[in-house]
């Protein structure tokens, strides 16, 4: 609800309530998909969960799209792009459960959040879009608070300990992608076609895997566990997306983006309560530098900027 000139148009208090409410239900959502597939991903490979929530992501889409009289008028004018988008979102899904096989939750999740820096600095280089110097050196120091969490990650598991920067290089293209790219289809006709490419691509990804052995990539048949988590993760990335929604419908987005990083957060609470897991000193040093880079980055973007580059209301996507 950005006005032309940039500035805030004030909110009836339901209005914002409402927005706060369905965000914040919302980044608390999003760690349970990455518990799901966490869990998911002991038996089942990577590209297989990727596959999994598009596929159910797609089906909680259809009685929506029934319900608003979409069905009949979506088109495919825009197909190339949403196979980008969709090629973009498979690669950061595959990338990101392939690192929650061995990482945290609360890590990886936290390694992700140099995406609105990412973001940031390619805006600056593909859209030229003008940032300065304090922007860039928040971007710096969020990288230093990643190399926090990656570098103890990285003797722990490896390269692995790299793919939630995989995760948010390929979301900062996507966003990227979405913002300058036309549209004339409503968020949920929009997110189906996606998740229709989405799973194409998967498909191709497992036919791969089944050709060539590969671990991340060969399908398997879930048994009723598996497929009862890839359920809850597909059914919580299509309730996470859908509040997230609503959220940007009823709020501005500079207002919400801050909530984004309770993210964290959540993550570390169900990371301890389902599996235990804590982040040592040195890691919560890290998440606090890319909270803290990430929010004053935002807060100069909502002070100086139109429109914040950082502004992914037209994705609602997470990992």
């Given at each position: 609800?950005?006005?032309?000139?940039?500035?805030?148009?004030?909110?009836?208090?339901?209005?914002?309530?409402?927005?706060?409410?369905?965000?914040?239900?919302?980044?608390?959502?999003?760690?349970?998909?990455?518990?799901?597939?966490?869990?998911?991903?002991?038996?089942?490979p990577p590209a297989e969960v990727t596959a999994a929530r598009f596929i159910f992501q797609s089906l909680f889409a259809l009685p929506?799209?029934?319900?608003?009289?979409?069905?009949?008028?979506?088109?495919?004018?825009?197909?190339?792009?949403?196979?980008?988008?969709?090629?973009?979102?498979?690669?950061?899904?595959?990338?990101?459960?392939?690192?929650?096989?061995?990482?945290?939750?609360?890590?990886?999740i936290a390694i992700f959040f140099v995406e609105p820096m990412m973001l940031t600095i390619l805006s600056s280089i593909f859209l030229k879009e003008t940032i300065g110097w304090r922007r860039y050196t928040a971007c710096a120091v969020g990288f230093l608070g990643a190399m926090l969490i990656i570098q103890p990650s990285f003797q722990e598991v490896g390269f692995v300990a790299l793919l939630p920067v995989v995760t948010a290089l390929c979301v900062a293209v996507y966003v990227m992608i979405t913002r300058v790219a036309s549209h004339?289809?409503?968020?949920?006709?929009?997110?189906?076609?996606?998740?229709?490419?989405?799973?194409?691509?998967?498909?191709?990804?497992?036919?791969?895997?089944?050709?060539?052995?590969?671990?991340?990539?060969?399908?398997?048949?879930?048994?009723?566990?598996?497929m009862l988590y890839l359920l809850g993760v597909g059914a919580t990335?299509?309730?996470?997306?859908?509040?997230?929604?609503?959220?940007?419908?009823?709020?501005?987005?500079?207002?919400?983006?801050?909530?984004?990083?309770?993210?964290?957060v959540s993550a570390t609470i169900f990371g301890w309560l389902v599996f235990h897991n804590f982040p040592d000193a040195i890691k919560w040093l890290g998440i606090l530098i890319i909270m803290g880079s990430g929010l004053y980055i935002l807060w100069r973007e909502r002070r100086f900027a139109s429109k914040p580059v950082s502004d992914t209301s037209e994705t609602a996507f997470t990992p």
């Open positions: 609800m950005n006005t032309s000139s940039g500035s805030s148009v004030r909110l009836p208090q339901s209005e914002l309530t409402f927005g706060l409410m369905m965000m914040f239900i919302s980044v608390v959502l999003s760690p349970i998909m990455d518990i799901f597939s966490k869990l998911a991903a002991t038996t089942i929506m799209m029934a319900l608003r009289g979409q069905w009949g008028v979506w088109s495919w004018r825009h197909s190339g792009v949403h196979a980008i988008r969709a090629a973009l979102l498979t690669l950061s899904m595959v990338s990101f459960v392939t690192a929650l096989q061995v990482m945290e939750v609360a890590d990886a004339t289809e409503d968020a949920w006709p929009l997110q189906f076609q996606t998740g229709l490419w989405g799973i194409g691509f998967s498909l191709i990804l497992l036919g791969i895997g089944k050709a060539t052995g590969s671990a991340i990539l060969y399908p398997v048949i879930p048994d009723l566990t598996a990335a299509a309730a996470s997306g859908i509040l997230t929604v609503y959220a940007y419908r009823a709020v501005q987005a500079s207002t919400l983006a801050p909530l984004q990083y309770f993210e964290i």
